[in-house]
């Protein structure tokens, strides 16, 4: 009788045993599969992606012209979730993603200088003192950056509201913390950038309005005085900064007049449902005239916008090309992506790195899931009667 107790007390040790080792297993196989879905995932896409190369004085060393080479970021449309319209798990998994990307972009690529072309904030237009204060500490955490990469913010309507819902507090705030003026310059190595408030070129005259096309009309004289050569130099530029001779690239969160996305093409570009959509001119797109105004004011080399959260490639005046950037937010894209831009003062080279595609991380997940199902099923041996009763039926088709 003893005998029997301790054979059944070493079988129920054996049996809970067996059962540890098999949920350790089921364990390490979640772990593994999140870790994969929630890191590495990140990391293995990213890495594919690679600065493309610009041309360079043939003079230069190899050391010099690598340092001469401004290696910049563009994304948009990132769109943080707010407290209206947000719900905490979709919030939660948006930000995220974002977060991870952008982390192991900045990890894996080390540009020197990340531009996000608007749109930041979904709620950015209708968010109280408080609530604002909450979304800014949420992207502070999200992009935080090394002090060797700067991170400039265009503001976009979905920031400050569009045209009429927008004001001097939105835009304030908004400039307070991402220190942004409509029609400021920003150079660096020599490469001119000028950030435009697009939400403001309404030409109605209001006085934001006026403010920025004011800056807009003053940095362009400034600019295209520094593009003159000095010996056809005006006398009316005498007096005027000196800036690098360098065409700008303009920054800006709504594109230049288009009628459409029909000409638009990539895997990236909008649904084809969609692309024959006429736009509407200062909601969609900016204005004819605006678009006139900005081309005839820079002259600019190329110009990125975001807004329409699809990408898009065109050329104005058959020579001045302008690049959508699609949104950043798998919320938005089921592939979302960025620009990488090698820039130096004469030459551009920009390529798109994609981000991982949601709907493949989903597939990933749904195979893990049903693997784990067939796995408790078999150890529980709930399998094995379909199995033999399949296997009984066939004995029996084949003795008739």
Known sequence: MAMMRSDLGIMKILHLKKRGCFLLKLLCLVVLVLIFCEFLVYYVVIFQCHWPEVKIEAHRSSKQSSASVLKAM???????????????????????????????????????????????????????????????????????????????????????????????????????????????????????????????????????????????????????????????????????????????????????????????????????????????????????????????????????????????EVLHNGKIPEISVPSFSWRNRNNPSFIMGSITPTDISLYKCFLPLESRVVTIYCIAGALLGVLILAHLQLLNSPFYFAQHLIRKHKAV
Not at 93 to 114: G, H
Not at 124 to 147: E, I, L, N, T, Y
Not at 187 to 214: H, I, Q, Y
Request: glycine share 6%; proline share 3%.
């Open 74 to 312: 563009f994304l948009s449309d990132t769109h943080l979730l707010g407290e209206i319209k947000g719900h905490w798990l979709d919030k939660l998994r948006r930000e995220w993603q974002m977060e991870r990307a952008f982390q192991t972009a900045l990890s894996l690529l080390k540009p020197d200088i990340v531009f996000i072309l608007g749109d930041v904030f979904d709620e950015g237009k209708w968010s109280f003192s408080q609530a604002w204060a909450d979304d800014v500490r949420r992207f502070q955490k999200m992009f935080r950056h090394p002090v060797c990469t700067e991170l400039m913010v265009v503001v976009g309507n979905h920031d400050i509201g569009f045209h009429y819902e927008m004001t001097t507090y939105k835009l304030k705030r908004f400039a307070k913390v991402f220190n942004f003026t409509s029609g400021e310059l920003i150079t660096r190595k020599g490469v001119n950038f000028v950030m435009v408030n697009s939400v403001a070129l309404e030409g109605d005259g209001c006085t934001v309005c006026s403010r920025a096309e004011a800056k807009l009309m003053k940095l362009s004289y400034k600019l295209n005085c520094s593009q003159q050569e000095q010996n056809h130099s005006n006398k009316r530029c005498s007096d005027v900064e000196q800036l690098p001779a360098s065409e700008p690239i303009l920054l800006q969160h709504y594109p230049l007049y288009r009628r459409s996305d029909a000409e638009c093409a990539g895997e990236d570009s909008a649904l084809p449902e969609e692309k024959n959509i006429p736009f509407k001119e200062k909601c969609d797109v900016l204005s004819r005239e605006a678009s006139q105004k900005l081309l005839w004011w820079f002259h600019p080399r190329l110009i990125l916008s975001g807004h329409t959260h699809s990408a898009c």
